[in-house]
């Protein structure tokens, strides 16, 4: 470990070396060698004394380059607060804390939030660059305020395009250009106005934007149980009471992965990562058709990087790392398939199973009485007519095995 810093890294703004503070002025003018992209070096450029590194296309995450550089003094330029969403955040996970010393400047996130006048511990701030807008729809609640990263131009359209189909057309945009600079310029629009009018914008630009749902919009609620309607199914779906059922079972914590057997719809792996931002899910499904209405599915609400693995069980499941969680809502019954799912289970992993048949039932009670775990039977009726009155009229039911795996087993 370095005794002292060998990287600097200089977060910067568009007001350029101005906008500085004595010791980035400082780091900048000593360093042999200065990485950023080609417009950080030119806001920089008054004050570069030594070997200019412009990022490479594509960029390299492994910062090699950077890391060849180690005990000579070397400067990185970042935009704004480097551990923001920034280049600083890559850095952290290659180089050393005590090699690195980082001088922020107020991120774009921080500019917008004194343009607008908002606290930003109570807005959601998300970056959209080079992700998909899907991304965003997690976040779409009525009366939420949410600073925006874009990837373009083109973005605050697009964002009003996908804000307005969701019937929050009403919604207030603030588009900030070159935020910081002798560029910058501010506008307001309504999310339909923007959507229809195609209007393009600085590259360099930070969304603000203030929902305003109607009623009827198909807002995502923080409890599981999503209705059925909000994903494309062809029957093979979790069904909504189930899913909450089995979703509280499967206990979703922040960063954990699901191993979802037989996924159908996607219903239950979607949900798992809509529990948390940094949540991962990797749905097994056999059936083609159904494995492409999974993506599309995870995609419509706002959960893009769910990974589908087209496939039958056991044999998808060779290869996979071992999940947090593993659900198994179709094809338990087939040869290999839970005894694949338990070896893949880490010790005090979580597993949930679900059985509607009568001979997948009794498998499951083999397995508790192996292993242990519980076993619950769960009931649904609905009110459906009779005639010209109205009755009870149950789905069938369901027996779920609850499993945690202990260290020795």
């Not at 070396?17 to 780091?27: D, N, Q």
């Amino acid at each position: 470990m370095s005794e002292r810093p060998w990287l600097t890294v200089v977060g910067i703004g568009e007001d350029g070396v101005s906008g500085l503070s004595p010791a980035a002025h400082e780091a900048i003018r000593c360093a042999k060698y200065i990485f950023g992209g080609t417009r950080h070096l030119a806001l920089a450029s008054e004050l570069i004394e030594g070997d200019r590194r412009p990022w490479p296309s594509p960029f390299d995450t492994t910062m090699e380059a950077v890391r060849a550089c180690a005990g000579e003094p070397t400067c990185v330029l970042a935009s704004g607060d480097p551990l923001h969403f920034g280049v600083g955040v890559t850095l952290a996970r290659v180089i050393e804390p005590a090699a690195m010393r980082i001088i922020a400047h107020p991120s774009a996130f921080s500019l917008a939030a004194a343009r607008m006048g908002w606290a930003l511990q109570e807005v959601e701030t998300l970056s959209l660059h080079g992700e998909p807008i899907a991304k965003l729809r997690r976040h779409l609640q009525h009366k939420a305020r949410l600073l925006l990263l874009t990837s373009n131009g083109e973005s605050p359209a697009q964002i009003a395009r996908f804000v307005t189909d969701l019937g929050m057309g009403e919604s207030r945009i603030v588009v900030m250009e070159a935020l910081g600079g002798e560029r910058e310029k501010i506008s307001e629009h309504s999310a339909s106005a923007l959507a229809q009018s195609g209007d393009r914008f600085d590259p360099l630009n930070v969304v603000a934007l203030s929902i305003d749902a109607e009623p009827s919009s198909p807002l995502i609620p923080l409890a599981p149980g999503l209705p059925d309607d909000y994903f494309d199914h062809d029957g093979q779906i979790t069904k909504c009471d189930i899913r909450a059922i089995t979703l509280s079972a499967l206990a979703p914590r922040p960063g954990e992965t699901l191993l979802d057997i037989g996924a159908g719809s996607g219903s239950i792996a979607i949900e798992w990562m809509l529990a948390h931002p940094r949540n991962h899910a990797i749905a097994i499904e056999a059936n083609e058709d159904r494995a492409a209405r999974i993506t599309e599915n995870a995609i419509s609400l706002g959960v893009p990087d769910l990974e589908v693995v087209q496939g039958k069980a056991p044999e998808a499941l060779s290869g996979l790392t071992a999940p947090d969680a593993v659900f198994v809502g179709g094809g338990a019954s087939d040869h290999g398939v839970m005894d694949a799912a338990l070896d893949l289970l880490p010790s005090h992993g979580r597993l949930v199973a679900n059985a509607v048949t009568l001979e997948t039932e009794a498998l499951f009670v083999g397995l508790q009485d192996r292993l242990g775990g519980s076993l619950t039977r769960i009931q649904i009726s609905h009110v459906a007519p009779i005639g010209a009155m109205r009755g009870w009229r149950s789905a069938m039911p369901v027996t779920q095995w609850r499993y945690r795996k202990a260290d020795s087993q």
